[in-house]
């Protein structure tokens, strides 16, 4: 009989022990330690509709590096760009290949991409959340606070955007304190920081300098996202007094990091000094989007066997 196939489009969908699991695995494969298996003749299609450097070079090395082969898709050589409903394209890649991974829009159609494939779908950033760059981050975070991320005091700088929608999805999970400092009207979904709200210490302010004191970790992103270029001159007024600066870094506990998804706009949410200083874990942060990916990939795609 054919098993539930296991998708990874939301932090929020999975419990603490399966997230743990997967950090677990993920400190495996980066110390280079047993981690049951290889993805060899397994495949992977990546469909990518915004740009992306780290999530498809990391993903596609994963594939190679676990021994499978990683194909990436574009709307701009794609049917899928020219309007073929998500229904087919899942349908026939679930015929072709063993997980999908999927960086576009609306998370409507991840969760669609999901509901009509047969093979895993992973979620590579929608404009509503990016769960395995706040995975890796958690990675990062453990990496130098240890293991028991609900002792962690996190503060997130700026837009509440698809990476603080995501921080609130983890500290649901963890149950660590997450406080976000986003100017009026720009804060993050009001569902899902509801969610996270009603389970661990959640806090939305108007002020960074009140977020950012005595935390572990201070993390920030763009000012304007993948798909908001046009609101770029706006939001660098709203978001001015926003930016990350070795002055704030100060008030944070004496052993905070910084850590930011990257790609970063130095000079607008963070200064040169802070992102390129000693408290900056960007290179090591984004490095762990390798090692988490791999992870992910050796436990969604099972042993062969036809899902559904
Ligand atoms: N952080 C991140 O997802 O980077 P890319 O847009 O380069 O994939
Ligand atoms: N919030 C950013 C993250 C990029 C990795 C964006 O969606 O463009």
Redesign the pocket.
């Known amino acids: 009989m054919a098993s539930a196939k296991r998708d990874f489009i939301d932090i929020a969908a999975h419990d603490a022990g399966y997230l743990r699991h997967l950090l677990e695995l993920t400190g495996h494969l980066k110390r280079g330690e047993p981690a049951g298996g290889s993805l060899q003749g397994r495949t992977l299609a990546m469909i990518f509709r915004k740009s992306s450097t780290r999530t498809r070079v990391s993903t596609e090395a994963g594939m190679a590096q676990l021994g499978g082969h990683a194909i990436m898709i574009s709307d701009h050589d794609s049917q899928i760009g020219r309007g073929e409903s998500v229904a087919d394209t899942a349908g026939v890649l679930s015929r072709y290949v063993d997980a999908i991974l999927i960086r576009t829009f609306a998370q409507d159609e991840v969760t669609e991409l999901a509901r009509e494939a047969t093979v895993p779908v992973i979620n590579g ?1 929608t ?1 509503l959340l ?1 769960p395995c ?1 706040v995975m890796a981050d958690l990675f990062t975070a453990a990496e130098e606070f240890g293991d028991d991320l609900s002792a962690l005091t996190v503060a997130w700088v700026g837009d509440g ?3 603080a929608n995501s921080w609130l999805n983890a500290a649901l999970r963890f149950g660590f304190t997450l406080r976000l400092a986003c100017p009026v009207g720009y804060g993050p979904d009001p569902a899902i920081l509801a969610r996270a709200r009603a389970a661990t210490d959640v806090e939305v302010l108007g002020s960074p300098h009140e977020a950012v004191v005595g935390a572990h970790v201070v993390t920030t ?2 000012w304007a ?2 798909g908001q270029e046009d609101e770029q001159s706006i939001r660098e007024t709203v978001f001015a007094g926003f930016q990350v600066d070795a002055p704030l870094m100060a008030l944070a506990d004496p052993a905070a990091i910084f850590l930011h ?3 970063a706009h130095r000079g607008e949410e963070v200064t040169a000094e802070v992102i390129d200083g000693p408290r900056s874990r960007i290179f090591r942060e984004a490095e762990n989007r390798l090692h988490f990916i791999k992870a992910l990939l050796l436990d969604l795609i099972r042993p062969r066997e036809r899902f559904g």
């Open positions: 950033l404009d990016h760059q955007n698809n990476m992103d763009v996202s993948m998804c990257l790609p």
